[in-house]
């Protein structure tokens, strides 16, 4: 096995310090953060307990992101989130996530790949929108997420409908942002 595809071990010492086992030397969140994004897995070790710490890391990586004003996540789908540790619906969300961002990550190669040829259309484009369109009607059929707003009446909200509509802007805005990349 490469060196790469093994996450870096990094080990939380109890003075809250983060060791970097591969360069014997202290790393940062920041730094996590850039070996995430070059595409290096991490994983995050208590070295007292040996308890796994790696989502707690990234979760604050995220709320650091989120409070500095690199807003990624709609304060929507932030409720969504909350909504989805208590009810039923617990069970579906992580699949649907990772189900969801497996698309983006396959959308943006993509784009990537015609952007080189030069030109700005994407093949397929239509048919991956559709994809989601459908992974995301299957996901969240039946399912009211209660995304009624404040001082807003429950009764005036068209039901499922409306968070499908929800749902669709937003992917239509990411694929609108996708498209504008050069």
Request: no cysteine; hydrophobic share 35%; proline share 3%.
């Amino acid at each position: 096995m490469a060196e790469d595809s093994k996450p870096l071990l990094i080990k939380r010492y109890a003075s809250r310090r983060l060791y970097n086992t591969e360069t014997s030397d202290y790393v940062t969140l920041d730094d996590i953060a850039g070996f995430i994004r070059t595409g290096r897995e991490v994983q995050i070790i208590d070295l007292k307990s040996g308890d796994d710490l790696t989502r707690q890391y990234l979760l604050q990586i995220i709320a650091e992101h989120e409070s500095r004003g690199e807003n990624v996540l709609p304060v929507s789908v932030l409720n969504d989130l909350v909504r989805a540790y208590t009810t039923q619906a617990t069970s579906m969300v992580p699949q649907f996530l990772q189900t969801s961002f497996e698309m983006l990550r396959e959308s943006q190669e993509k784009v990537m790949e015609t952007m080189g040829g030069g030109g700005m259309k994407v093949p397929g484009l239509e048919a991956m929108q559709a994809q989601q369109e459908a992974f995301m009607k299957a996901m969240t059929g039946g399912m009211n997420w209660g995304t009624t707003q404040p001082n807003e009446p429950a009764a005036e909200k068209s039901g499922d409908g409306e968070d499908l509509d929800d749902i669709k802007k937003q992917l239509a805005e990411l694929q609108d942002k996708l498209s504008k990349l050069k």
